[in-house]
C-alpha cells in the first residue's frame, strides 16, 4: 500500500485576487486620511493589505508587473495623502479654536487676608462670596454664617479661602 504524501506549494493567485487586495488596501487608507483620521487600525490594515497585493504581484505576476503596481500603489498613496493633508480637508476635522484663558494661581491670590466681601450665599461651612466684582468660594472655621453677610478674609490656606463674619 502506498502512502501518498501531499505537500503544500502555495497556489499562485489570479490577478483579480492581488487587485482587490489592493483595491481594499487604498480604500482602508482613505478611510483613515480622510473620514476617520487618527484611528491608525484602519490605516495600519490598509497598509498591510497594500503590502500583501504587491507581495503577491511580484511572486505570482513577475517582477514587472510587480514593479508597476508598486509604483502605482505609491503614487496613489502619495495622491492620497496630499489630499488628505491639504488645508481645506484638515480644518473640517482639527481643532481650530483658540483658547485663551487662564488659570488663578492660588500662588499669588487676588483676595488678600481682611479682604472685606458679601456672602451671596450661606456658608455652611462653606459657600460663594463676592469681593468687589469677583466671585470666590470660600469657607468658614466651622461656623455657620447666613447669605447677605458681611464677612473678612482671615488667611489663604493653599487653595481654600477661609472667612469670618465681620458683625
Known amino acids: 500500500m502506498e502512502l501518498l504524501v501531499w505537500t503544500r506549494l502555495p497556489l499562485p493567485m489570479d490577478w ?4 482587490l487586495l489592493l483595491l481594499f488596501g487604498l480604500l482602508f487608507l482613505v478611510a483613515e486620511v ?11 490594515i490598509g497598509f498591510a493589505l497594500l503590502a500583501a497585493g504587491i507581495w503577491f504581484g511580484y ?8 514593479h508597476i503596481l508598486l509604483v502605482a500603489s505609491l503614487a496613489a ?11 481645506r480637508n484638515i480644518s ?18 487676588d ?24 466671585r470666590r468660594e470660600v469657607t468658614t472655621r466651622g461656623e455657620y454664617v447666613a447669605a ?12 481654600r479661602i477661609v472667612v469670618e463674619s465681620v458683625a
Open 59 to 66: 511572486r505570482d505576476l513577475g517582477a514587472g508587473t510587480g
Open 16 to 19: 483579480l485576487t492581488i487587485a
Open 77 to 87: 498613496t502619495g495622491i492620497l495623502v496630499y489630499i488628505g493633508l491639504r488645508p
Open 148 to 159: 447677605g453677610t458681611e464677612v473678612r478674609v482671615l488667611r489663604i490656606e493653599q487653595n
Open 92 to 109: 473640517r476635522v482639527a481643532l481650530n479654536d483658540v483658547n485663551n484663558s487662564h488659570v488663578r494661581d492660588v500662588r499669588l491670590p
Open 34 to 44: 480622510i473620514f476617520i483620521p487618527g484611528t491608525t487600525v484602519v490605516g495600519l
Open 111 to 134: 483676595v488678600l487676608p481682611g479682604t472685606v466681601g458679601r456672602t451671596l450665599s450661606a456658608l455652611r461651612p462653606a459657600g460663594t462670596v463676592l469681593f468687589e466684582d469677583d
